[in-house]
């Protein structure tokens, strides 16, 4: 881990993530603003907090905010992390909350719900791309390789309950790699 | 003032069932929004739930959207501090906890090494569900792929292919 950033600095890599991240995929703007773009954190410590983050209850990356934060700066860390990331979305979606009720039914209301609906298509690929790149990077072996694929079929296409899942797939996971150096 | 209990009530339950990702407990969100309390129509949720994926944020922030429309600003506010509030506490304490476990090294790097496969499978598994999900038609499927394939390969920024995504749409919908 290199320098740690002043509060300032950590909001405003938040508030870039909460603003610039257009159609969804957060974790990847969160990876890229604070472990590729500013070496805050190596892609292995993002993804240990991005799994540690998916158990605890709540929304996984606004959790992964407050958990970097805290991990870089204590308590006013993840405080200031969770202020950058919600400072602007909060604000655009009543906006846009208010303007899509008041178009409702209208012409106008059917033009955008077919843009969202592509942007939707955008960032269901971005969601399957960062897990690409993630695990090319960081699970080489056949061991790891096996068990991303395993987690991706039972939770994504056997869609068997998350809980479940993961209470056989991390100690599974485990088991495998606690003996491997 | 019952109806900013209810939100507080459904949300604060919600996010503590969120485990592994707010995608998981959308059905029951809409079950809650739209058949139990009748807040707003079945396509409405899906609209704003469009709109919750495509706008830049976390996604989970459309409970402020149903608060908003359940009971105005003050239900946007309940909403928001009841999903997110209770969670962030214990996303700092864990934080913390893991911080401590600093001691043993060894102990560290295995749990990262074993916790990295499950996260990049959760991943995957957070797109192929939603691809799955049955308003997903021809051209979506078609553009997701492409989308990956793009993102994946190259360092486009995801917000141009979002923008492109809603380009292809209209146009689609123009030549149908």
Redesign the interface.
């Known amino acids: 881990m290199s320098a740690r950033p002043s509060l300032p600095a950590l909001y405003r890599a938040f508030l870039a993530v ?12 969160i990876r890229r603003e604070i472990a590729t773009k500013r070496g805050w954190i190596d892609d ?2 993002f ?2 907090a ?15 905010a ?3 934060g ?2 870089l700066r204590g ?1 006013p860390g ?1 405080l200031a992390a ?1 202020a950058g ?2 400072t ?3 604000g ?3 906006a ?3 303007l ?2 008041a178009l ?1 039914g209208s012409p106008a209301g059917r ?25 090319r990077r ?2 080489r072996h056949a ?10 079929f ?4 056997e ?1 068997i309950n ?2 479940l ?2 209470a056989l ?2 100690p599974f ?2 088991a ?3 003996r ?1 150096k | 003032m019952l109806v900013l209990a209810q939100l507080a009530g459904l949300f604060a339950l919600l ?8 995608a ?1 407990i959308i059905p029951e969100m809409q079950r809650a929004v739209v058949d139990v309390h009748h807040w707003m129509t079945g396509p ?1 949720f899906l ?2 739930f ?12 459309i409970a ?2 149903v608060g ?2 359940a009971a105005g ?1 003050p239900g ?1 506010l309940v909403a ?1 501090v009841a ?2 509030g ?3 506490l ?3 304490l ?3 906890f ?2 401590r476990g600093a001691a043993g090294e060894g102990w560290r790097g ?23 999900g049955t ?2 038609g021809l ?2 499927w078609g ?10 390969l190259t360092e486009l920024n ?2 141009v ?10 146009a689609a ?1 123009l030549l149908r």
Request: aromatic share 6%; net charge positive; with cysteine.
């Open positions: 909460g603003t610039f991240s257009v159609g969804g995929g957060l974790a990847a703007w292995s410590q993804l240990t991005y799994a540690l983050c998916q158990l605890v209850p709540g929304a996984t990356n606004v959790n992964l407050v958990f970097l805290t991990e308590g993840g969770l990331l919600m602007v979305p909060v655009l979606f009543l846009l909350g208010t899509y009720f409702d033009i955008v719900a077919i843009a969202l609906a592509g942007m939707g298509a955008s960032a269901v690929g971005m969601m399957i791309s960062i897990g690409l790149r993630l695990g960081n699970v061991t790891g390789i096996a068990v991303a694929a395993l987690t991706a039972l939770v994504g296409w869609r998350l809980i899942a993961l797939l991390i996971s485990l495998l790699h606690w491997a | 996010s503590m069932l969120a485990i592994g990702g707010g998981g409405q609209a704003i469009a709109l919750s994926r495509a706008a830049p944020g976390p996604g989970s922030l402020m959207l908003q429309q600003l946007a928001a999903m997110f209770p969670s962030s214990l996303a700092y864990a934080a913390r893991w911080l295995r749990v990262q090494r074993a916790l990295a496969p499950v996260a990049v499978g959760l991943t995957l598994a957070a797109g192929i569900a939603l691809m799955r308003e997903h051209i979506a553009f997701s792929a492409l989308a990956a394939a793009v993102l994946t995801p917000g292919m979002a923008l492109a995504g809603a380009a292809v749409f209209l919908a």
